[in-house]
C-alpha cells in the first residue's frame, strides 16, 4: 500500500487547512491515522479512523479543532484542522493499518511522505 499525503502550506493563525490522504495498490479496509512531528519533536499521533468511519479517536491536543473523516469510494483519508496556532506547524503524516493501538506510531505497517503545515502568527 503507498500513501500520498497532500494539502499542507502556509496559514495565518487561526486559519484552517485540510489534509488528504491517498492510498493506492492495495486495499483500504483498515484503520487509518494522522500524525505530526515538529522539529527536534517525537511523532505525535493526532487522530485516527476504524475503516468503516463510524469509530473515530482524537489526541488530547487536537480533539474539538481537528477532525477525521474518509472516503472509501476514493480511497482516501481526511484531516480538518481549524484554529491552527504556531505549536501546529510540524510535518504531518497519514499512516495506514496498525497491527495494535491506534495511538501508537509502531504499531502502522504503512506511511505516507509528509506533507507541511506552518501557521504563522
Known amino acids: 500500500v503507498q500513501l500520498q499525503a497532500s494539502g499542507g502550506g502556509l496559514v495565518q493563525a487561526g486559519g484552517s487547512l485540510r489534509l488528504t490522504c491517498t492510498a493506492s495498490?492495495?486495499?483500504?479496509?483498515?484503520?487509518l491515522g494522522w500524525f505530526r512531528q515538529a522539529p527536534g519533536r517525537n511523532r505525535e499521533f493526532l487522530a485516527a479512523i476504524s475503516w468503516t468511519g463510524k469509530s473515530t479517536y482524537y489526541a488530547d491536543s487536537v480533539k474539538g479543532r481537528f477532525t477525521i473523516s474518509r472516503d472509501n469510494a476514493k480511497n482516501s483519508v481526511y484531516l480538518q484542522m481549524d484554529s491552527l496556532n504556531p505549536e501546529d506547524t510540524a510535518v504531518y503524516y497519514c499512516a495506514a493499518d496498525p497491527a495494535g493501538a491506534w495511538f501508537e506510531r509502531d504499531q502502522y505497517n504503512y506511511w505516507g511522505q509528509g506533507t507541511l503545515v506552518t501557521v504563522s502568527s
Open positions: 495498490g492495495g486495499t483500504f479496509d483498515f484503520p
